[in-house]
């Protein structure tokens, strides 16, 4: 069994930062890509940023220049920095990562963690 488990949502005020968390646990030989996802409420979930095995990140427009994502291998975690927060950065944020298992590759979802930017 495998589970994704965010933390680190909250509210904070517009230009504000936060750094929210992605564990990978269970039965894991490898992770390939890792990427954070987002869905404002009465929205289609939208693709934040994603980052390869080997470091290669994309960003989607809107965030570029100001959230950074990274990964830790050896913790299975992926972040996402998010600095100058603005109010339609809100949303609930889910991580998401293909997982090689024994059995295969798999895609994963965490639960999602709630950020709320307020103007």
């Known amino acids: 069994q495998v589970q994704l488990v965010e933390s680190g949502g909250g509210l904070v005020q517009a230009g504000g930062s936060l750094r929210l968390s992605c564990a990978a646990s269970?039965?894991?030989?490898?992770?390939?890509?890792m990427a954070w996802f987002r869905q404002a409420p009465g929205k289609q979930r939208e693709l934040v940023a994603t980052i390869t095995r080997d470091g290669t990140t994309n960003y989607a427009e809107t965030v570029k220049g100001r959230f950074t994502i990274s990964r830790d291998d050896p913790k299975n975690t992926v972040t996402l920095q998010m600095n100058s927060l603005k109010p339609e950065d809100t949303a609930v944020y889910y991580c998401?990562?293909?997982?090689?298992?024994?059995?295969?590759?798999?895609?994963?979802w965490g639960q999602g963690t709630q950020v709320t930017v307020s103007a």
């Open positions: 269970g039965s894991i030989f490898s992770i390939n890509a």
């Open positions: 998401n990562a293909n997982i090689r298992r024994a059995q295969g590759s798999f895609l994963y």
